[in-house]
T-cell receptor, first 115, second 113 residues
Framework: GAVVSQHPSRVICKSGTSVKIECRSLDFQATTMFWYRQFPKQSLMLMATSNEGSKATYEQGVEKDKFLINHASLTLSTLTVTSAHPEDSSFYIC???????????FGSGTQLSVL | GENVEQHPSTLSVQEGDSAVIKCTYSDSASNYFPWYKQELGKRPQLIIDIRSNVGEKKDQRIAVTLNKTAKHFSLHITETQPEDSAVYFCAASIRGGSYIPTFGRGTSLIVHP
């Protein structure tokens, strides 16, 4: 099956710093990528949808200036958490799909801890 | 937009028993319904999916049923094993185009040996 690689798997940073998370599709062209946030024992909360070469579409309540998403190529999307604060600590997961194919393939997630 | 309700939130069964997780959706235009299994700290993985043109699909011990009229679909796991313990998410979406899946809140399945 299709593989989505996400790095880093875990990051600990100081409050006020920025953190970049990468999501790569290894064997298919990810025309659309989704970024989710997941709190312990809760569902996947969609943060934004990004299409290659276009600006990301953010869900209501998600600050686009804080969570910068770039999808400059068909195999790479990045999420940058700017000026991170402890309340940004969470599990972030990306997913990707190719064209209008409905199946989603998920990255392995990034556990962000902001001290 | 679409709203997906999932029940129960927690399900505890003995090894060998069956487990059933149910989801309802609100948008009658939804026509693709995947189920994902997520082990602790891992990525969600697609375990089975069903499209609106069929009522049931089976893959070994896992089956999914869909009732379009009632707008609900269910995951059935037979002969459960401890390794089935995980969180299961249902989702609903419209195939093609801007397809954005809506996820249920998840069911934590615990299979006791």
């Amino acid at each position: 099956g299709a593989v989505v690689s996400q790095h880093p798997s875990r990051v600990i940073c100081k409050s006020g710093t920025s953190v970049k998370i990468e999501c790569r599709s290894l064997d298919f062209q990810a025309t659309t990528m989704f970024w989710y946030r997941q709190f312990p024992k809760q569902s996947l909360m969609l943060m934004a949808t990004s299409n290659e070469g276009s600006k990301a579409t953010y869900e209501q309540g998600v600050e686009k200036d804080k969570f910068l998403i770039n999808h400059a190529s068909l195999t790479l999307s990045t999420l940058t958490v700017t000026s991170a604060h402890p309340e940004d600590s969470s599990f972030y997961i990306c997913s990707a799909r190719e064209g209008s194919y409905e199946k989603l393939f998920f990255g392995s997630g990034t556990q962000l801890s902001v001290l | 937009g679409e709203n997906v309700e999932q029940h129960p939130s927690t399900l505890s069964v003995q090894e060998g028993d069956s487990a059933v997780i149910k989801c309802t959706y609100s948008d009658s235009a939804s026509n693709y319904f995947p189920w994902y299994k997520q082990e602790l700290g891992k990525r969600p993985q697609l375990i089975i999916d069903i499209r609106s043109n069929v009522g049931e699909k089976k893959d070994q011990r896992i089956a999914v049923t869909l009732n379009k009229t009632a707008k609900h679909f269910s995951l059935h796991i037979t002969e459960t094993q401890p390794e089935d313990s995980a969180v299961y998410f249902c989702a609903a979406s419209i195939r093609g185009g801007s397809y954005i899946p809506t996820f249920g809140r998840g069911t934590s399945l615990i299979v006791h040996p």
